[in-house]
Nanobody, 126 residues
Framework: EVQLVESGGGLVQPGGSLRLSCVAS????????MAWVRQAPGKGLEWVAV????????THAESVRGRFTISRDNAKNMVYLQMNSLKPEDTAVYYC???????????????????RGQGTQVTVSS
């Protein structure tokens, strides 16, 4: 059974930083692109960033580019999201998701499985 468990969220002031973590199990992690998506209150899912399976090449959404950095550790089945210079509009529940098929990836929500876990809440407020 595929399991993805997110952690690391919290309340932070504008301009602050957080590091999100996700531990994966139940599939061959090193063969799948991994992404972070988020859902703000009253809004739909938004794709945030992807890290490819073997090359670890990354792509970030324009809204977070230069502030967020996605990374992965295939030895530990972990994916991370370092978030700096946080803004109130970053407030959302963040989920890590896996690619639909091995080695596939893109910069859109529909390339990934729907979120499986509880996600982790990030609140940016003064």
């Amino acid at each position: 059974e595929v399991q993805l468990v997110e952690s690391g969220g919290g309340l932070v002031q504008p301009g602050g930083s957080l590091r999100l973590s996700c531990v994966a199990s139940g599939f061959d992690f090193s063969n799948f692109a991994m992404a972070w998506v988020r859902q703000a209150p009253g809004k739909g899912l938004e794709w945030v960033a992807v890290v490819r399976p073997r090359s670890s090449v990354t792509t970030h959404a324009e809204s977070v580019r230069g502030r967020f950095t996605i990374s992965r550790d295939n030895a530990k089945n972990m994916v991370y999201l370092q978030m700096n210079s946080l803004k109130p509009e970053d407030t959302a529940v963040y989920y890590c998701v896996k690619g639909l098929t091995p080695f596939s990836s893109c910069s859109e929500i529909n390339c990934y499985d729907p979120p499986r876990g509880q996600g982790t809440q990030v609140t940016v407020s003064s």
